[in-house]
């Protein structure tokens, strides 16, 4: 079939593409020759950034020479420009051309902030400054500070964390007057995990004193202000911490939406191009999250073990939206099952999955924890669950969903 080792490259050094390249040294270690591109010499786990602004502590971080050795495969360091899908090459940024018999592309999407008069929570290299944000919001006419998750951002846990986390800050600070709000298209504080899971959460925010606007679509007006829609009202706050938009790649030679993204199929295929699969932000499934990407990174690598002989199954993209909230010294958990009819969404103080870890990948979460792969992340004893009775049956079409919209039946 193949007159040398097949050659599989794996674009991108984040959260989907470890996953993959984890998960193709697995299950197709010794049919396949390995590269891992990416531009940064090291792994960032983005999830963690949120805590950054409120510890000493940056976000954890690893180098990718010694997994790339450890499991036998190449790094190359650089950026990729462009796929030729004829003849199967990768064209880097600085030249460099890289052959392939298969291709998995983890590149992640491009980060755009929305409003002028807002600071933009970033995935890396900028800190937001909580501490003057807080005070400035203190001695604003106001004395408030409002959270903003944008028109079109379909992953909004890390601003509730902000949120949280800001009000344990404020009364460190003396700052126990300061009122806090946050501002969100969703019905209820993340209901794309469910409504009993949304409550929980919505009893946290009150608790803490962090006022929810539900169903806010905020704009920025022609004089720099904001206005929240459909409330015909201002957004009157002394500072603004707001979530970027996430747009596509549009990575030249590849297809993509009007958007940038990546169209993929049920195993993670890129739609009309041989032998290139896609996992991550960069693709069109809506929700933009870590532990997602790494679903999608297993789905393609199972499907690329089987092409090359490897006696495994290859599972479709079953997505399962897990969230560890972080609210301070603790967690709260979250779990859904987005493709409906399968019964409830929990809400946990305890762990729901495992290894415990921000990102739930079946191969990163064990690779971060040091601990053995598990063929399924659940965890390995039942855990002190929120009540939950959530019968539900949501789209069928998981290139549907709308993360704003609460469960229901079709």
Not at 285 to 297: C, E, H, R, S
Not at 391 to 397: A, G, L, Q, T
Request: proline fraction near 9%.
């Amino acid at each position: 079939m193949y007159e040398s080792v097949p050659k599989t490259v794996v674009v991108g050094g984040g959260i989907a593409g470890l996953e993959a390249l984890m998960a193709l040294a697995d299950l197709a270690a010794e049919r396949t020759e390995l590269t891992l591109v990416a531009p940064d010499p090291d792994f960032h786990l983005k999830p963690m950034v949120v805590e950054e602004p409120f510890t000493s502590e940056p976000a954890e971080r690893r180098e990718l020479a010694p997994l790339a050795e450890d499991i036998g495969a190449k790094l190359v360091r650089g950026a990729v420009a462009e796929v030729a899908p004829i003849p199967r090459a990768v064209e880097l940024a600085d030249g460099t051309r890289l052959d392939y018999d298969f291709l998995v592309v983890c590149i992640g999407g491009r980060m755009r902030g929305v409003y002028e008069g807002a600071t933009t929570l970033r995935a890396l290299g900028e800190a937001i400054g909580i501490d003057r944000l807080l005070a400035e919001a203190a001695e604003h006419e106001s004395g408030r500070l409002a959270l903003v998750v944008p028109p079109g951002v379909s992953w909004a846990l890390p601003l509730y964390e902000i949120a949280l986390m800001s009000r344990r800050r404020a009364d460190e600070l003396g700052l126990h007057d300061l009122q806090i709000s946050l501002h969100s298209p969703e019905q209820s504080p993340l209901i794309i995990f469910g409504r009993i899971p949304s409550q929980a959460l919505a009893e946290l925010l009150r608790a803490r004193k962090i006022d929810f606007h539900a169903n806010a679509y905020v704009r920025e007006t022609e004089a720099g202000g904001l206005f929240e829609v459909p409330a015909d009202a201002p957004v009157e706050a002394g500072a603004v911490i707001a979530l970027p938009v996430i747009d596509g790649p549009m990575l030249a030679g590849l297809p993509h939406d009007d958007a940038g993204f990546i169209p993929i199929d049920g195993h993670a295929r890129v739609g009309g191009v041989e032998r290139v699969y896609a996992a991550g932000d960069g693709t069109i499934f809506p929700i933009k999250q870590g532990g997602l990407g790494t679903q999608q990174a297993d789905a393609a690598a199972e499907h690329i073990a089987v092409r090359l002989g490897a006696d495994v199954e290859a599972s479709p993209f079953h997505p399962i939206l897990r969230g560890k909230l972080i609210v301070g010294g603790e967690s709260l958990n979250l779990r859904q099952d987005l493709t409906g009819g399968h019964g409830e969404g929990v809400a946990s103080p305890d762990y729901l999955w495992w290894p415990p870890q921000k990102v739930s990948g079946r191969y990163l979460a064990a690779w971060l924890a040091d601990e053995p792969v598990r063929a399924e992340p659940e965890p390995p004893s039942r855990p002190l669950d929120i009540e939950v009775a959530l019968p539900r049956e949501w789209h069928r079409d998981p290139m549907a969903l709308d993360p704003y919209a609460p469960p229901g039946v079709d």
